[in-house]
């Protein structure tokens, strides 16, 4: 009976694990760098309010999952016709934070993240070389229920890919907000290879997962015209 309960028990945690592993956005291709849209003055400016603006990520590991937000410094939008013409954000990559964690766990997985570790400065994101993401938007197509597929250069770790994700947009007078479905991308196309075992042997069980879950939001202001 004891035997019975334990094999039911890892059952049930394999299960749990592996739904939480697989209940993650649809995964954004790394493509070819495209040519950055050009609006030719075409639409209304948008200015984005970094305050009220971010980016949420998500790990996935066997022993469970990290998530967090990063911040975004500047960007700027056309818009015509609720279509995103052309546009750009900066992602201050100094800003990596997690959530889940509290205290010194915190603060370690976080400057791991930023690769502020003396000699593991590589790990991940290398925030001394690298302070900086970007995205610039390459295309942009309305769909039939309301979204908009938004194709752009994603900008990471010196490293730049073409991904394609669905973006909502809703205004309140002269404000915008965007919205992506969340999304994963494979970290090691950006050259984020730590912990992976599509990239080293012999990990074991203390791999992390290369798919990374992202969602954006970014609030914009229209510009003043002049």
């Not at 290369?210 to 954006?216: A, N, S």
Request: glycine letters at 8%.
């Amino acid at each position: 009976m004891k035997i019975k309960f334990l094999n039911t028990a890892a059952i049930l945690a394999f299960s749990v694990l592996s739904m939480s592993c697989n209940d993650k956005g649809d995964k954004a291709d790394a493509n070819e760098v495209e040519e950055v849209a050009v609006s030719e003055d075409a639409g209304a400016k948008y200015a984005v309010n970094a305050a009220d603006s971010k980016i949420e990520w998500k790990g996935f590991k066997p022993t469970g999952t990290h998530n967090g937000t990063v911040s975004i410094e500047t960007g700027t939008f056309m818009i015509e016709d609720d279509n995103i013409v052309s546009g750009n954000f900066l992602i201050d990559m100094t800003t990596i934070v997690s959530d889940d964690l509290q205290g010194d766990e915190k603060a370690s997985l976080e400057n791991h993240l930023k690769g502020t570790v003396e000699g593991k400065e590589g790990d991940f994101f290398n925030v001394k070389e690298f302070p900086n993401g970007a995205f610039e938007v390459t295309k942009s197509e309305k769909m039939d229920n309301g979204k908009m597929m938004v194709s752009g250069n994603l900008n990471l770790k010196g490293k730049k890919n073409n991904i394609t994700i669905p973006v909502s947009m809703s205004k309140n007078g002269e404000t915008v907000t965007l919205t992506s479905d969340k999304f994963t991308i494979d970290r090691t196309k950006w050259g984020v290879n730590y912990g992976s075992k599509s990239v080293f042997d012999n990990l074991g069980d203390k791999f992390i997962n290369d798919d990374v879950e992202l969602k954006i939001m970014l609030t914009a202001n229209k510009a003043a015209s002049y």
